[in-house]
Nanobody
């Protein structure tokens, strides 16, 4: 059974850092692009970052460029999102998702498998 499990969320002060993890099971990660998405209360789910199947290419939303870094360890079947210089507007539930292609997509409906999400709260 294909499964994605996020972890690493929590409460952090503005300017702080968190590292989210997305652990995959039931499928071989190098063949899948992995995206990170987030959804704040009352807002639509939006793309944050994506990494291609073999990690050759990455993309970021303008709002997180220079602060967030996506990476993957295919040996551990895990994708990470390092989040630095966090702002209150980064508060959301963060989801990882897998696409059955090695290339990324900006469209949520192009992703086939989703995790349950992890809460990130940035507040003083």
């Amino acid at each position: 059974q294909l499964q994605l499990v996020e972890s690493g969320g929590g409460l952090v002060q503005p300017g702080g850092s968190l590292r989210l993890s997305c652990a995959a099971s039931g499928f071989t990660l190098p063949y899948y692009a992995i995206g990170w998405f987030r959804q704040a209360p009352g807002k639509e789910r939006e793309g944050v970052s994506c990494i291609s199947g073999r990690g050759i290419s990455t993309s970021y939303a303008d709002s997180v460029k220079g602060r967030f870094t996506i990476s993957r360890d295919n040996a551990k079947n895990t994708v990470y999102l390092q989040m630095n210089s966090l702002k209150p507007e980064d508060t959301a539930i963060y989801y990882c998702a897998a696409r059955s292609y090695s290339s990324c997509s900006d469209y949520l409906n192009r992703y086939d498998y989703w995790g349950q999400g992890t809460q990130v709260t940035v507040s003083s």
